[in-house]
């Protein structure tokens, strides 16, 4: 079973989505914790670089297009959508979107929860919608081929669109959708920016302690052209639970489709040649990203390489 609780706990509301299984030995249960206050976050507290937070802004700016935001399952993505919307949220624009379920209540938007029973699904809601008049559409993934190919259409015909993939980088996302029906050139038309992020445990403001950095860690800035001599680590203490670490925040590699990168999408480059030229181009990727957040001794080496699996 699936569902939902509301909780009040120090004046603060929380949403607990709740999901059970029967297993052999017993119900599963799984909760996840989502706090209501998180609906106004904005970009600039999301984690971005400032060379990421300036690109995404400018992909906002966009009358038209599609964002795509990708990532495993818990990577953020919903938040920075969320971020994405309040940016973009003012009298003048009319944003709807269609989720399942609605994470967050956010006023003067018009949010449609996806609901199969009654054959609301997110490509049933989605054509809804475009008649609609919105300016901005946000999808709250891309499923199948049919969602795929409706928020393509809305965004050749003037609206913003903002979705979500399950893929592990950015340019991946690129062949997920070529894989899953959609001709290249609609990808090359359509896709304005791809945005890939995971979720990275920060070291403990009350332990952290400075540290020389070792030898694999050096070889791993030197890899990736970062300048450090000292990182941080949690020592463990009575506010992080003896863990070290405390609160996330998340890395990210964003990537701006250009005339150059459309050509290669739709001569249908290999997802290594696509990456090499986005690399010429002075663009940052997870593991990077990451390692720059550990030399501003935001967060640390090992987490960073449980999270990102280097190619």
Do not use: W
Not at 99 to 128: C, H, M, W
Not at 145 to 161: F, N, Y
Not at 187 to 195: E, R
Not at 292 to 299: D, L, N, Q, R, Y
Request: net charge negative; glycine share 8%.
């Amino acid at each position: 079973q699936d569902g939902r609780i509301k909780y009040v706990f120090n004046g603060l509301p929380y949403d607990f989505r709740v999901s059970t299984l029967p297993t052999v030995y017993g119900e599963k249960v799984v909760i996840r914790i989502l706090d209501s206050s998180n609906s106004n976050i904005s970009i600039s507290k999301i984690g971005f670089s400032s060379r990421n937070e300036s690109q995404f802004r400018e992909m906002l700016k966009r009358p038209n297009g599609i964002i795509l935001i990708t990532g495993p399952t818990g990577s953020g993505k919903s938040s920075t959508l969320y971020a994405a919307l309040n940016e973009l949220n003012d009298e003048s624009r009319n944003i709807i979107t269609v989720e399942d379920p609605v994470e967050y209540q956010v006023d003067g938007i018009n949010q449609v929860q996806v609901n199969a029973k009654i054959g609301l699904t997110f490509a049933s809601g989605l054509r809804s919608i475009l008649r609609q008049d919105p300016n901005v559409v946000m999808v709250g993934e891309i499923r199948d081929i049919e969602t795929a190919e409706i928020s393509i259409r809305a965004s050749l015909t003037g609206h913003l669109v903002l979705s979500t993939l399950h893929t592990n980088s950015a340019v991946s996302s690129i062949t997920r959708l070529i894989d899953m029906g959609v001709e290249p050139f609609l990808v090359a038309a359509s896709v304005s920016g791809l945005i890939a992020q995971r979720l990275v445990r920060r070291v403990c403001r009350d332990c952290g302690e400075v540290h020389p950095i070792s030898k694999r860690e050096q070889e791993l800035f030197d890899q990736e052209g970062i300048e450090a001599t000292t990182v941080m680590r949690g020592r463990g203490c009575s506010s992080c639970n003896m863990t070290g670490y405390r609160g996330r925040v998340a890395i990210q590699e964003v990537i701006m489709i250009d005339e150059v990168l459309r050509r290669m999408i739709m001569n249908q480059s290999t997802e290594s040649d696509i990456t090499a030229y986005v690399k010429e181009q002075g663009q940052r990727f997870l593991l990077a990203d990451g390692l720059s957040k550990v030399a501003e001794g935001i967060t640390t080496t090992e987490e960073i390489l449980r999270t990102v699996i280097s190619e």
